[in-house]
């Protein structure tokens, strides 16, 4: 059809027009382009011997005068030299990397996980991977863009438990490794893998194996006075660690505990082997008043943890920490009877331990597995690769009664060792 060279105006590009390209008279090569409802510019010119077309954006988001001046614009840019669609092209990859360069850790390791738990039927090895980069790596660098992380990044995410949790130190670093080659594939980041571990974090992390401490504990002999007073407490927080008391698991398998892992009927507590320190499955058998405290608590809709914060996530460790220092005071009363240090969450499972081994007749392994210790001796071992879940179920169920005496009752708990 024949182009017109008039000049367009503000008023005719609201107005119905025909589908088709319609000139511009103003700047050479500048058409308005109508394609049913969508309207458009387009500016038509010569590079390096080619005619092509240059988009100029989308009406009205670009008005006629301004399509007149990216119009001129590009005409000038053609004049010097420049290929403006070259130029474009090179603007949207900038951007593009830009774009990557900001994508966070957490989300390279979502993606990353999809692909590395591909074809795994068991679900347990994929909530591993889920779960140690929760616990450990997300805290930190999670919200990090994954390009600008680097080897101390990662050092400072594995080293509080490389010496301590070195499995699971161990196992994380590989993940984290995983996923910044993912990153690498994707052009998410460039250099080296800072999870690497030749010649990278193996002469950094060698030395980060701290000595083991004590934590301080309480004596068994005090431990009904110290329930007394948690139970005077309603805090979310208290239930917690009276339940992690009564149960001898440590803080964070009861903090990470959620509703599908119990089994009230069974009085049963199974934790999964991602949130075990030893990676293996865990069955807890649960006393008459641990079952208690857990039906007394409110269940809300939603929030997956038995022992959820005020928001509906996880409490966290430090809530039992401010707790055993408030009951404590300024005068400590509860304290370890050898170091004289106020005692510590962590503390009630030597409490345990020594009640166990000094105030009844169960046997060591039956003991140590309540604890979901590892048995140096392999005979011990092989023994203990049944669950002796019946006798352990017994030394919970006294346990619970223990932490319910006064203390200067006398405890009369004995059990025969060896019992079926």
């Known amino acids: 059809m024949a182009q017109s060279t008039a000049k367009l105006s503000a008023v005719q590009l609201n107005q119905p027009m025909a589908n088709g390209r319609h000139r511009d008279g103003t700047v050479p090569g500048l058409y308005f382009r109508v394609v049913g409802v969508s309207r458009s510019w387009m500016l038509r010119v010569v590079i390096d011997g080619k005619r092509c077309d240059v988009g100029l954006g989308s009406y009205p988001k670009v008005g006629l005068a301004k399509a007149r001046e990216l119009a001129k614009a590009t005409h000038e840019k053609i004049a010097e030299g420049r290929n403006p669609l070259v130029e474009r092209q090179a603007e949207k990859e900038a951007k593009r990397v830009e774009s990557r360069k900001r994508i966070t850790f957490r989300k390279c390791a979502e993606r990353a996980i999809e692909i590395e738990t591909e074809g795994l039927k068991n679900a347990k090895h994929v909530a591993q991977w889920t779960s140690t980069l929760e616990t450990y790596a997300y805290p930190l660098i999670g919200d990090k863009p994954v390009g600008s992380i680097t080897k101390h990044d990662i050092v400072a995410v594995l080293e509080p438990i490389w010496g301590t949790k070195h499995e699971t130190a161990r196992r994380l670093r590989g993940r984290m490794e995983k996923v910044f080659n993912h990153a690498k594939s994707m052009d998410y980041m460039a250099g080296d893998n800072p999870a690497a571990f030749k010649g990278n974090l193996e002469a950094l992390?060698?030395?980060?194996?701290?000595?083991?401490?004590?934590?301080?504990?309480?004596?068994?002999?005090?431990?009904?006075?110290?329930?007394?007073?948690?139970?005077?407490?309603?805090?979310?927080?208290?239930?917690?660690?009276?339940?992690?008391?009564?149960?001898?698991?440590?803080?964070?398998?009861?903090?990470?505990?959620?509703?599908?892992?119990?089994?009230?009927?069974?009085?049963?507590?199974?934790?999964?082997?991602?949130?075990?320190?030893?990676?293996?499955?865990?069955?807890?058998?649960?006393?008459?008043?641990?079952?208690?405290?857990?039906?007394?608590?409110?269940?809300?809709?939603?929030?997956?943890?038995?022992?959820?914060?005020?928001?509906?996530?996880?409490?966290?460790?430090?809530?039992?920490?401010?707790?055993?220092?408030?009951?404590?005071?300024?005068?400590?009363?509860?304290?370890?009877?050898?170091?004289?240090?106020?005692?510590?969450?962590?503390?009630?499972?030597?409490?345990?331990?020594?009640?166990?081994?000094?105030?009844?007749?169960?046997?060591?392994?039956?003991?140590?597995?309540?604890?979901?210790?590892?048995?140096?001796?392999?005979?011990?071992?092989?023994?203990?690769?049944?669950?002796?879940?019946?006798?352990?179920?017994?030394?919970?169920?006294?346990?619970?009664?223990?932490?319910?005496?006064?203390?200067?009752?006398?405890?009369?708990?004995?059990?025969?060792?060896?019992?079926?």
């Open 205 to 420: 992390l060698l030395k980060a194996k701290p000595k083991p401490k004590n934590q301080p504990s309480l004596p068994h002999a005090q431990i009904g006075a110290f329930m007394t007073e948690l139970r005077r407490r309603e805090a979310t927080a208290a239930r917690a660690l009276e339940f992690a008391i009564l149960t001898a698991t440590r803080s964070g398998e009861v903090l990470g505990a959620t509703w599908d892992e119990i089994d009230l009927d069974a009085k049963l507590w199974t934790i999964p082997e991602g949130r075990m320190k030893a990676e293996q499955e865990h069955e807890v058998p649960l006393s008459d008043a641990a079952v208690a405290l857990l039906k007394a608590l409110p269940r809300v809709e939603g929030v997956p943890y038995v022992f959820p914060a005020e928001r509906g996530g996880k409490l966290s460790d430090m809530a039992l920490s401010m707790l055993v220092r408030r009951i404590n005071g300024d005068d400590p009363m509860f304290v370890d009877r050898r170091t004289k240090r106020p005692v510590v969450p962590h503390g009630f499972r030597s409490t345990f331990r020594e009640w166990a081994g000094e105030a009844t007749a169960y046997p060591r392994e039956v003991i140590e597995h309540a604890l979901a210790h590892r048995l140096p001796d392999k005979a011990e071992r092989a023994y203990q690769r049944g669950s002796l879940l019946p006798k352990r179920a017994r030394l919970m169920e006294d346990w619970a009664k223990r932490c319910a005496m006064a203390d200067n009752a006398a405890c009369n708990v004995v059990a025969i060792k060896g019992a079926a």
